[in-house]
């Protein structure tokens, strides 16, 4: 499949090192299964079908990295990816969401992708035809009077007599080159809000709400409402390219696009998976064990391959790559039914982080803490020095909290920078041209005595 990129194992590895730190093995497992899926679509058609994906549980406490492996790995494919969490699922005959609504919503996902594709592949065509509007709307009809045109909303035909194709053409230079971009004008729009309301469908699995409107039903027999409005040339041709390019998109097509990308290159990623395991432990048997064996037997044939009808047909499963993640503190991936286990042939654990991944943290990634809370002052005019000793105080600190209180990895990053520069941010507005020292003294005079106090601690940090 051509839109299915092409990157070899090391190039997305190191794709996700520019993000991500440490956890080699997790990236490796993703980067071989991103990789087969392009390699799939390369062998014979006779055995393309047989090459079922390679599905993935990564294991390993929170705060390490495995909702983030996931997100950057779609984003390199440029594929449908649906994050859900496990635990909002309930087995058929429960409150709350059934299973297929998984493949339904990433099935929306990939309608909306394919559909910014064709948009963006019409735009040319749809600039031309905003422009042929935009023209008739500024001109004025040449039989109209004088009189009849709302003043402003209309370019006046010159009184020598010239041609209204050469006073077209001159409005269209004008155009081109933006002069005519804070002139009002009034142009007819789609009306949005039109869409009618929408109805919920009662299925065997319960109410799933499928989006279908009383627009899209009756779309064939009743066209579509306009009003007229009143905007900026510049905002005219926006509304207007946006418009035509919804007009030129082949919906029909859309939908079989849609589709096949979601079955051949789709990925799930399902977080907190060991929520709906029935472990021995306290949270087993005996604490709110409600359908949670009946939501793995419901994933079942999902992540096997089954066939499931959305509203745009229906979609199959069984090339759709399924990610899971859990942390299992008190479960274990062998308190999974072995039915679902068999699903997940490949297993990453992941890591606990320490200090020294911290240090990386904070600096390495391209959108690392360090960066954005620079970035974030910059706009008050405060400059951070950031000194080296005062990074490794940080990641020590977060370290030790990690150790004596809940170890939430990566995320206590967030709290200890948050109540780091608690003040420099309040007074930000009024330390305009300064600059702020993040040394070693500076955290610990911030910090130190705040986590000595291990009761103070749990609570703030």
Do not use: C
């Amino acid at each position: 499949m051509s839109e299915l990129r092409s990157f070899t194992p090391r190039e997305v590895v190191s794709e996700l090192d520019r993000y991500i730190v440490g956890q080699a093995d997790a990236k490796r497992a993703v980067a071989i299964a991103l990789r087969n899926r392009w390699r799939r679509q390369q062998v014979p058609e006779e055995l393309r079908d047989e090459i079922a994906p390679k599905n993935i549980i990564m294991i390993g406490p929170t705060g390490v990295g495995k909702t983030e492996v996931a997100r950057r790995l779609a984003k390199l494919a440029q594929a449908p990816f649906l994050k859900v969490e496990a635990s909002k699922f309930t087995e058929v005959g429960y409150v709350g969401r059934d299973v297929e609504s998984i493949v339904r919503d990433l099935t929306e996902l990939g309608v909306a992708l394919v559909v910014e594709e064709e948009k963006r592949a019409v735009h040319a065509k749809a600039e031309q035809r905003a422009e042929e509007r935009l023209l008739d709307a500024l001109l004025p009809p040449p039989i109209a009077a004088p009189a009849a045109a709302a003043p402003g909303a209309a370019i006046e035909l010159p009184a020598s007599g010239e041609s209204a194709d050469s006073t077209r053409e001159k409005l269209r230079r004008m155009l081109r080159q933006g002069l005519l971009d804070t002139r009002d004008v009034e142009v007819e729009l789609e009306d949005g809000g039109g869409a009618g309301p929408s109805i919920s469908l009662f299925t065997p699995q319960g109410v799933e709400e499928m989006g279908v409107s009383f627009k899209d039903v009756l779309s064939g027999l009743m066209p579509n409402r306009t009003r007229r409005r009143r905007m900026s040339v510049a905002d005219a041709r926006d509304a207007l390219v946006a418009e035509e390019a919804t007009r030129l998109v082949d919906m029909d097509q859309v939908r079989e696009k849609a589709i096949e990308r979601v079955e051949q290159s789709g990925i799930v990623f399902i977080d907190e998976i060991d929520k709906i395991a029935s472990g021995s432990g306290a949270a087993g048997k005996s604490g709110p064990d409600v359908s949670r064996e009946g939501v793995q037997r419901d994933l079942l044939p999902i992540v096997e391959g089954s066939a499931v009808q959305t509203k745009h047909g229906t979609v199959r499963t069984d090339h759709v790559l399924f990610i899971a993640a859990g942390a299992f503190h008190v479960a274990k991936p062998s308190d999974l039914i072995p039915e679902l286990q068999g699903r997940f042939p490949i297993r990453v654990e992941l890591t606990p982080l320490g200090k020294d991944d911290f240090v990386r943290i904070l600096t390495e990634p391209r959108n690392s803490l360090v960066r954005q809370y620079t970035e974030l002052l910059a706009t008050e005019n405060v400059a951070l020095a950031w000194k080296d000793d005062g990074i490794a105080a940080i990641a020590e600190l977060a370290s030790r909290v990690n150790e004596r209180t809940e170890d939430i990895g990566a995320r206590r990053l967030h709290t200890v920078m948050e109540k780091l520069l608690e003040d420099v941010s309040f007074d930000a507005p009024d330390l305009g041209g300064s600059q702020q020292v993040i040394d070693e003294a500076f955290v610990r005079g911030r910090l130190e005595s705040l986590i000595a106090d291990e009761d103070l601690s749990r609570f703030i940090l």
